[in-house]
């Protein structure tokens, strides 16, 4: 029966053409506009760690003074690197590290290199499972690695690839500055987006990191660090390190808990409620205690990393659909009540009205799925332009296959919703009248 009305339909269409040709242009130029809003809006909303987005936290706390206050505002977005240190010492969560980034210069031994610059990790040594980072080649980093301000470096695949070819790797030395590292894994591929674990230095990669160094071989060597630092107070302006010292009153570091259970997420903000306490009572705080564990999802709501802009556009393109499909609702009934005579036959030949409207559907199901096929040539071209934009999510801007199956899914229920009332009218013609006006 379907094959059947199906048939019908392509008849339809070829004796219909230009009828047939604004029905499915409607449909595609709505789902073109709705698919490329979408597939941006799915991609930058997207959980980028799903397994572990409820057992990964966000630490916040406030150690500004008093200057500013506002009583129920948020603590600050980073952690100062006392604080950070502390908490990761008493190694209170079932995992636990600290993090930021900077600039690193490679001296490559390999001939025909030469020295070049790369954006590098700095983190301690649960980073790599709490994360789930793949290391394909040889191992991470351990705490006693941390401990011993190790020159060891992790690399990612490819920069292996570049600096060594086919090669192993690992336990060769390479040049970081003017320090020499032992290669002691590789990571494989791993490029989380949005990028949940540092919103401070891009919310999307285009390209992933590529380098991944201890923190604290970083601050053994006074690297310097990219990213947000919000400093207040009088600082000590003899420290080596500068603003990155560890008794500088500056947020400038990530962290981050892995709390496995309900119980231990409880827990574990008894233990920074207690600490918090503790620094303001020794006069180091001095703002009320505020302090906030945040899971991932909730991490990136808070941050807004969906742009209110993708929101909007997604739903202009909603709308945008909606007039198309009520444009294809006035031509699907021009088209159906002008086949007055010829429902009328087949009613008296036997037709049931649901054979009728189950046909007319058909019809309108089959519009929708070419106006899909057109409209995903629409919402590719519509995707290559916002390749184009300058915006730093343009690079993930693809068509990937849920969303590929989408487009047809939306264009013929699109279609089929539509096809509703035009067919419910055709249904209801009377054989009789219809015959006598032949």
């Known amino acids: 029966m379907f094959a059947y009305y199906f048939n019908l339909a392509l008849r339809s269409f070829r004796r219909n053409k230009?009828?047939?040709?604004?029905?499915?242009?409607?449909?595609?130029?709505?789902?073109?506009?709705?698919?490329?809003?979408?597939?941006?809006?799915?991609?930058?909303?997207?959980?980028?760690?799903?397994?572990?987005?409820?057992?990964?936290?966000?630490?916040?706390?406030?150690?500004?003074?008093?200057?500013?206050?506002?009583?129920?505002?948020?603590?600050?977005?980073?952690?100062?690197?006392?604080?950070?240190?502390?908490?990761?010492?008493?190694?209170?969560?079932?995992?636990?590290?600290?993090?930021?980034?900077?600039?690193?210069?490679?001296?490559?031994?390999?001939?025909?290199?030469?020295?070049?610059?790369?954006?590098?990790?700095f983190t301690s040594a649960d980073f790599f499972p709490m994360f789930d980072v793949p290391v394909v080649q040889g191992r991470a980093w351990t705490g006693e690695d941390d401990a011993a301000r190790a020159r060891v470096v992790l690399l990612s695949s490819a920069l292996a690839q570049k600096l060594f070819g086919n090669a192993d790797p690992t336990g060769r030395t390479l040049q970081l500055g003017k320090t020499a590292f032992r290669v002691i894994g590789v990571v494989g591929d791993w490029n989380p987006n949005p990028r949940f674990y540092d919103l401070t230095n891009g919310r999307y990669n285009g390209e992933p990191e590529e380098i991944y160094v201890p923190f604290s071989t970083s601050r053994d060597l006074h690297w310097g660090s990219t990213g947000n630092m919000n400093c207040w107070g009088d600082g000590d302006d003899k420290d080596p390190e500068g603003a990155t010292g560890p008794n500088q009153p500056c947020a400038w570091l990530q962290y981050w808990a892995q709390l496995d259970t309900p119980q231990k997420v409880a827990d574990y903000r008894a233990y920074l409620t207690n600490y918090s306490d503790r620094q303001h009572a020794a006069g180091r705080f001095q703002r009320p205690t505020n302090v906030r564990l945040s899971d991932v999802m909730t991490w990136l709501d808070f941050n807004q990393v969906v742009p209110s802009d993708v929101r909007l556009q997604a739903w202009l393109a909603l709308g945008f659909l909606g007039v198309c499909l009520l444009n294809t609702v006035g031509l699907l009934l021009a088209k159906f009540l002008r086949r007055g005579g010829e429902v009328g036959v087949r009613r008296a030949l036997g037709a049931t009205r649901r054979d009728i409207f189950l046909q007319c559907l058909i019809e309108a199901g089959t519009v929708g799925l070419a106006g899909g096929v057109l409209g995903l040539g629409l919402a590719t071209l519509g995707l290559w332009a916002v390749r184009h934009q300058p915006t730093d999510y343009a690079d993930l801007a693809h068509l990937d296959l849920p969303m590929l199956l989408a487009t047809f899914v939306l264009a013929i229920v699109s279609s089929l919703i539509a096809g509703v009332l035009p067919a419910w009218r055709a249904m209801q013609v009377t054989p009789a009248i219809q015959l006598k006006t032949q």
Do not use: C, W
């Open 18 to 121: 230009v009828l047939t040709a604004l029905m499915v242009l409607a449909v595609a130029l709505g789902i073109g506009a709705s698919m490329t809003t979408l597939t941006v809006f799915h991609i930058l909303s997207g959980n980028p760690i799903p397994a572990k987005s409820d057992k990964l936290f966000y630490v916040q706390m406030d150690p500004r003074p008093m200057a500013g206050y506002k009583p129920g505002g948020d603590p600050l977005d980073q952690m100062t690197r006392f604080d950070a240190e502390t908490l990761l010492r008493d190694k209170r969560a079932d995992r636990q590290a600290v993090m930021s980034a900077g600039n690193v210069a490679i001296e490559p031994d390999t001939p025909g290199l030469t020295p070049f610059v790369l954006e590098a990790r």
